[in-house]
């Protein structure tokens, strides 16, 4: 039987963000800083319309629904996909 993703050996354990070209480990918090001001400075120059995000026809209900609530009503996106069509 494959190994779980959340098991192997390789998988990350901390978030990395890009500083001068190369990625240097982070704390939550300044990942997540990192990722809100870039889609924030996304959307203030290219619109909502330039953001997109895939979810997974494997989560739940309520996971694809927040996904698809938060791209619509603070990205201004109707850029979402999960797959549930497959």
């Known amino acids: 039987m494959a190994t779980q993703v959340a098991q192997r050996a390789a998988r ?3 978030p990395l963000v890009r500083k ?4 240097q480990p982070a704390s939550w918090d300044e990942a997540l ?3 809100a001001e870039r889609l924030g400075s996304i ?8 953001i997109g ?10 996971t694809n629904f927040v996904a ?3 791209m ?10 999960s797959c549930n069509r497959t």
């Not at 959307?43 to 330039?50: D, H, R």
């Not at 995000?53 to 309520?62: D, I, L, P, Q, V």
């Not at 619509?72 to 996909?81: F, M």
Request: hydrophobic share 30%.
């Open 33 to 35: 800083s990192v990722v």
């Open 72 to 81: 619509r009503s603070v990205l201004s996106s109707n850029n979402i996909d």
């Open 53 to 62: 995000f895939f979810s997974c026809s494997k989560a739940t209900n309520e």
């Open 43 to 50: 959307k203030a120059q290219y619109g909502g319309s330039a």
């Open 12 to 14: 990350l354990t901390t």
């Open 68 to 70: 698809e609530k938060f």
């Open 20 to 23: 001068d070209g190369q990625l």
